[in-house]
């Protein structure tokens, strides 16, 4: 076969069986790709976790329908946990057809013990590249390295120098690829065999984007000055002092190397410094890693900026990955406008959102729905997130994770806090990544599924408010194992003192999880007058009060795994018209109105071309969002907002960061 998903779907045939029951331990049918597929055959998931949630799901969307004689999507119920469908209602059993999956069915030849901790979106890369070398039967170790050499494009054994090394980092960190802890530790172990690798942080910066990204940036400045030195290592004076050990110079000159160079200084991932002295014949590649080398060169850099973004809007076919990592491009460039004056810049910025949510909204339709059920290992979504907290106090007992929660932090804002944090406190390191929020990109909506970990359709009552967020955060660790006393929550943080806020909340010798809401970004943006750049300007201003950085100090201090995330973006909007409707619509926002029934939101979508019908994918019954996309408000055409609740890259993809201090 010439994918893995054609063994799985060969299984699911419409109308064999409106009911199939799968045992699924290792996940294979929340891979993105398969529910995508799966859904075209018109077979929907529901994965049986919680028995009561679950019965409400089934009964409501499912049974209730069939019992009436009527068609619904055909059904697969998931039981992730374990192998055993014997666990499932009796029912269910009774009426679904039984099948069962495992990854080592595909992939016989490997270790299962190493594949269960394998990226389901690298399946296609091994799948093939078993295919291609037909592996003998292999032990872990074997697994691992074949699994390197061919899935990572590591092969360990022939990394004997500074530069191959570096290269083969710099591809696995740049494209973002996640590295598992077993595959980390194996290729830990091979390059301590090398020698020359004795003095490299190793455990540091093999499996830790952030930390990798530092050692080069603390070493940037050293090899620039060797450069204005005439390359003589003698006339650097003392020996610089260096956060992470290792050798003092780099071979940032070596061909392999210089063309990552350029991309990290543009997108952000390493930043310029100001390097007096320089030869004039070696500034040519050097110019996007140097501040003040000429004063067109902040022109130059946004010009390549919006070059390589306007070439690179992902298609409808893609991951979702594909889509996080262009926000997050994105957000570079719009926090370095924003903050800006370049006026011809603020103007290919706004052509820029418009043409890439133009994609960005056929992309959602076709594959929103997909997300829901991708494992939370690395989140998708913002309800995977407590999922995610609650593994690494799995992983480590002794742990303890705190959660903060920037109501409406849009990525390019992040990106100008995110600058303001590392001037003010040089020892952070800062894991950066995103996620997709709920849509409507509601603070009653998106912010819940944070603190319950759950999708909105289970907290129907609430889905207009946010009073029960306690209550959903304490519930969730509860049903993991925790007791009331060690979990903590506090929201309308902002201003104030952090240390007397906190020390009223945390215990440090019993709290285990914290969940806070800092609202005073969304408070910035629904009194926002100058649009977005007087967001940046006003976020500035709030950040150098040092609310922030204290507040993610003081959690650090008292050893929390510190998360940082938001419930939603914002995007500066023009108005396209008022509905007016009374008292039809449940909620009247300024991108989004919610409607009880189908019909009374198509009276006004018929009216109002640039709104889209959302459709209620994973929201309660009776809800029904009518959206506005690319920029578009429901104000006057003469109005312009910063606002949220539609769905633009700006406002749908989040920052989700991890904070860890430097340990040397």
Not at 388 to 414: F, I, P, S, T
Not at 488 to 514: C, E, F, H, W
Not at 637 to 647: D, R
């Amino acid at each position: 076969m010439s994918s893995w998903r054609e063994s799985i779907l060969k299984e699911f045939v419409p109308n064999v069986s409106k009911l199939t029951l799968v045992a699924d331990p290792d996940g294979l049918l929340t891979e993105e790709k398969l529910v995508l597929a799966l859904s075209q055959r018109g077979f929907e998931l529901l994965e049986f976790t919680d028995p009561v949630e679950f019965r409400y799901a089934y009964e409501l969307n499912y049974r209730s329908v069939w019992d009436r004689g009527e068609a619904t999507d055909l059904v697969i119920i998931l039981r992730l946990q374990d192998n055993e469908l014997a666990a499932l209602p009796y029912d269910l059993l009774k009426a679904g057809r039984k099948l069962a999956f495992d990854l080592g069915a595909l992939f016989p030849n490997l270790s299962y013990p190493v594949l269960e901790y394998f990226d389901r979106s690298l399946l296609d890369a091994l799948f093939e590249a078993q295919n291609k070398f037909l592996p003998e039967r292999l032990g872990d170790n074997a697994t691992k390295d074949f699994i390197l050499r061919h899935v990572f494009g590591i092969a360990a054994e022939l990394l004997t120098t500074e530069v191959e090394l570096l290269r083969a980092l710099l591809r696995l960190h740049y494209s973002k690829t996640h590295l598992p802890l077993l595959l980390s530790e194996r290729l830990l172990h091979l390059l301590k065999v090398h020698n020359c690798f004795q003095s490299w942080p190793l455990a540091e910066i093999v499996p830790n984007e952030a930390a990798f990204f530092a050692f080069l940036q603390e070493r940037w400045p050293v090899f620039l000055a060797q450069l204005s030195k005439g390359n003589s290592i003698s006339d650097l004076g003392p020996t610089p002092a260096l956060t992470y050990s290792g050798p003092i110079f780099l071979p940032f000159d070596d061909q392999d190397i210089r063309i990552y160079l350029d991309n990290l200084f543009i997108e952000g991932k390493l930043k310029p410094v100001v390097m007096p002295g320089l030869p004039k014949q070696a500034a040519l590649w050097l110019k996007s890693g140097l501040i003040d080398s000429g004063p067109e060169e902040e022109k130059i850099r946004l010009s390549r900026l919006f070059e390589r973004l306007e070439k690179s809007i992902p298609p409808t076919a893609c991951r979702h990955s594909a889509w996080l990592s262009f926000a997050q491009n994105f957000a570079e460039l719009a926090s370095l406008v924003h903050c800006g004056v370049n006026v011809d810049a603020k103007a290919r910025l706004k052509q820029l959102s418009l043409t890439s949510n133009v994609s960005f909204a056929q992309w959602l339709s076709a594959n929103y729905a997909g997300l829901i059920s991708l494992p939370p290992t690395t989140p998708a979504m913002l309800h995977h997130v407590p999922r995610l907290l609650a593994r690494e106090l799995e992983q480590n007992k002794a742990a303890k994770v705190a959660l903060v929660v920037v109501d409406g932090l849009a990525l390019d804002q992040w990106v100008t806090l995110r600058q303001m944090l590392q001037e003010q406190d040089s020892t952070l390191v800062i894991r950066e990544g995103a996620t997709f929020a709920w849509i409507p990109t509601l603070t009653t909506v998106s912010r819940q599924t944070i603190f319950s970990g759950k999708i909105p359709r289970y907290f129907p009552l609430s889905i207009n408010s946010t009073n029960n967020e306690a209550k959903l955060w304490r519930q969730f660790w509860e049903d993991f194992g925790l007791s009331r006393l060690d979990i903590a929550y506090q929201r309308g943080l902002g201003d104030g003192d952090v240390a007397m806020i906190l020390d009223a909340l945390i215990n440090p010798s019993k709290t285990k999880v914290v969940g806070l809401v800092v609202d005073k970004v969304d408070k910035i943006m629904h009194g926002m007058q100058l649009g977005a750049a007087g967001m940046h300007n006003q976020l500035k201003q709030w950040c150098q009060t040092g609310f922030l950085g204290s507040l993610l100090s003081y959690l650090l201090e008292q050893g929390f795994q510190v998360w940082l995330t938001s419930d939603h973006g914002n995007i500066e909007c023009q108005g396209r018209g008022r509905p007016s409707e009374g008292v039809i619509p449940e909620l009247r926002g300024e991108r989004v109105r919610v409607y009880p029934t189908q019909e009374l939101r198509s009276q006004t979508a018929n009216t109002f071309s640039f709104a889209h019908e959302w459709q209620p994918i994973g929201l309660p019954p009776n809800y029904f969002p009518l959206v506005a996309g690319g920029n578009d408000a429901f104000i006057n055409p003469s109005e312009s907002i910063v606002g949220h609740g539609g769905i633009s890259h700006e406002e749908v993809l989040v920052p989700l960061i991890k904070f860890e201090r430097k340990t040397r």
